[in-house]
């Protein structure tokens, strides 16, 4: 099985489709019969109401639904997308619609890579309403951190260390979406020496830290991909360049030079990552500020391709979000 992630302005694409995202408009999402995460978040590029990137292989695929997830499975490798609205979880005493809701899709997906035998998780996309707003006391991003914490805890997974790449970012209305890539073979979790691990942060940013690594390799067979989580101009543990959204593009930028380093420190398939070979998500909160995105990112990434998108990020300071990732092929024996 050969792993290709593609993008493209309208449906189709070669090869047979793992799952994938559609980014733009809820009013023109299409439908589709494989698993599809719906990103109702704005483009911010002319010339396409929306876009979608897609997993595809090579190789034959099952597919089903299992406990609200839409999955599809190609020999080593599990992609599932799931939509919970938080409505359909009962508040308690101790525990928000949010909370529950989030605990409850990461119970699911933990439950269905048990079952298709990919215990690995690799790489995951959360996206909530509201996600700086404050109901019961808390952050809703700080919420959704308790209910992921505690999936984890009770699946008797790590919280720390071996923990998936990923990103949580805000969109102004809609469920709870969740996708995810899993897979037979173990990740390879990696860390910014620029950046306190996220799931070590201290106790100001939320009574759960958040569950991700900054980075990860993940290996489905005979390739090497790298994930680069949701990535923001964070130092240590703190926000730097509040209100430049210039100086925060290229503060993503050095830290994701960093993962990039990381990765070729571990990698085995040779030939090294680089920022111009990365595909870039880029999260930006301010519509306004996407034509200051693109120049300050443009000399910056290489002309690597860049998907500008409007979406609030977990930290209200932060104006811009990048993630980022390659597939590599690893060398014949």
């Known amino acids: 099985m050969t792993l290709q992630h593609t993008a493209w302005r309208a449906p ?10 559609a980014i733009g408009e809820l009013s023109t999402m299409p439908g589709a019969d494989w698993p599809l995460q719906r990103l109702r ?3 911010l590029c002319a010339g396409a109401a929306v876009l979608h990137e897609v997993w595809h292989t090579d190789g034959p695929v099952a597919s089903g639904h299992s406990d609200g997830i839409h999955w599809r499975r190609a020999d080593d490798v599990l992609w599932g997308v799931i939509e ?8 308690t005493d101790d ?12 119970e699911r997906v933990f439950k269905l890579m048990r079952a298709q035998g990919t215990p690995h998780l690799w790489r995951v996309w959360n996206y909530l309403a509201d996600i700086n707003g404050e109901s019961h006391g808390l952050e809703r991003y700080r919420q959704f951190n308790q209910g992921r914490y505690t999936a984890f805890v009770q699946a ?7 923990v998936p790449a990923a990103c949580a970012i805000g969109v102004a209305a809609g469920p709870l979406s969740v996708a995810f890539l899993a897979g037979t073979s173990p990740l390879v979790p990696l860390e910014n020496p620029r950046q306190v691990s996220a799931w070590n942060y201290p106790a100001q940013y939320g009574p759960r830290a958040p569950t991700f690594s900054r980075a990860a390799l993940a290996c489905p067979r005979g390739q090497e991909v ?25 503060e993503t930028v050095r830290n994701i030079e960093g993962m ?10 040779g030939r090294p990552f680089s920022l111009e070979g990365l595909s870039h998500r880029v999260y930006v909160r301010h519509a306004s ?8 990112l443009a000399p910056l990434l290489g002309g690597a391709p860049v998907v500008c998108v409007q979406a609030d990020i977990c930290r209200a300071d932060l104006l811009v979000e990048i993630e980022s990732q390659a597939i590599h092929p690893m060398p014949s024996a």
């Open 12 to 21: 189709g694409t070669p090869g047979t489709v793992l799952g994938g995202v």
């Open 41 to 43: 978040a704005p483009l």
């Open 84 to 91: 919970l609205p938080e409505e359909t979880c009962a508040a």
């Open 95 to 106: 525990t928000s619609p949010l909370r529950a809701a989030s605990q409850l899709v990461y």
């Open 156 to 162: 008797q997974r790590d919280t720390g260390g071996q």
């Open 226 to 250: 790298l994930f680069v989580s949701g990535t923001a101009s964070i130092v240590g543990h703190e926000t730097w360049h509040a209100g430049d959204v210039a100086a925060q593009c290229e």
């Open 260 to 269: 990039v380093r990381e990765a070729n420190r571990v990698a085995r398939s």
């Open 289 to 296: 500020d996407a034509n200051a995105v693109q120049r300050a």
